[in-house]
């Protein structure tokens, strides 16, 4: 009688957990499926997003005002491109039904991932930004390193239109496409690694009384951090999604995984490292703010 209910105990713990489980799946499906869901998530997305473009333009706006007699610097270009890159992404948010129902599905494919791709090249030229603040500290040659920021964005930009093409008469293309953005995520991250990371060693090595090196320190560590785990995980998500249906991201059908992709991938990275980097240029150019040739 013991084993019976024994028996009968975990049988019913199974039924409620399988219960459970199927509730949470019908409840997840109810989302996916309800304008409602989707029309609030997309309009929270795009309110995000306007927020941090938003603070990108206020903050570009500062840095012209400290320093209207210089140009282009690469700092005003980094928050230029933030606004342009959360801007765009506001747009397509708020016009959401617009984006998701184009036919063919390549065109929504195109309008999601261009701003992605702003988002690479915008956060690269941090990267160029400190590689080019690593070669002169270490005495190494840098006039190679814009150069190289150009052509390698050029050619994913190349690259990524070939594939666009390719998409338009082959549905394989899909796949290629989302690997492809995958693959530069992973350099992405790279690129911080290597930067950040020798950029981090070579102001640790600086004496203590070196003044700001505490904060720079802090600074360029949690940007490494920030901008290398975002990178990672939309390397690893998009890779997911290229091969697994229900994780696509490029359709209306999924409000909640959209939300949480979009968050931790681009808006919560995006207004962290603004923030990092909110201190105003000096007065006077010091010599690790270099105008853009």
Not at 130 to 138: D, F, K, L, P
Request: some cysteine; glycine content about 6%; overall charge neutral.
């Amino acid at each position: 009688m013991a084993s019976l209910a024994l028996g009968t105990r975990r049988f019913a713990a199974f039924e409620y957990t399988s219960v459970g489980g199927s509730s949470l799946l019908r409840w997840w499906d109810e989302i996916d499926e309800s304008p409602l869901w989707q029309e609030g998530v997309f309009y929270a997305l795009c309110a995000a997003y306007a927020l941090v473009a938003l603070i990108a333009l206020v903050q570009l706006i500062r840095i012209q005002l400290r320093v209207p007699e210089y140009g282009w610097t690469t700092q005003k270009v980094f928050h230029l491109m933030n606004f342009v890159v959360n801007g765009l992404r506001a747009l397509q948010f708020g016009f959401y039904w617009f984006v998701f129902h184009n036919e063919p599905k390549v065109l929504d494919i195109i309008l999601l991932d261009f701003p992605g791709l702003l988002f690479f090249s915008t956060y690269t030229l941090l990267v160029l930004f400190w590689a080019e603040i690593y070669h002169q500290a270490r005495s190494l040659p840098a006039d190679k390193l814009r150069p190289a920021y150009f052509i390698v964005n050029g050619a994913v930009y190349f690259l990524q239109i070939c594939i666009w093409i390719y998409m338009r008469f082959s549905p394989v293309g899909v796949e290629i496409a989302e690997l492809f953005f995958s693959v530069i995520s992973f350099c992405a991250a790279l690129g911080f690694i290597i930067y950040g990371g020798r950029l981090f060693v070579m102001l640790r090595r600086f004496p203590i009384e070196s003044r700001g090196r505490q904060k720079k320190l802090h600074e360029v560590g949690f940007v490494t951090g920030i901008c290398c785990t975002c990178f990672l995980i939309r390397c690893v998500m998009v890779a997911i999604s290229a091969f697994y249906e229900e994780a696509d991201i490029h359709v209306l059908d999924h409000p909640i995984l959209d939300f949480v992709y979009y968050m931790i991938v681009e808006i919560i990275p995006s207004a962290l490292v603004l923030f990092i980097l909110r201190k105003l240029p000096p007065r006077r150019m010091s010599d690790h703010y270099h105008p853009i040739k």
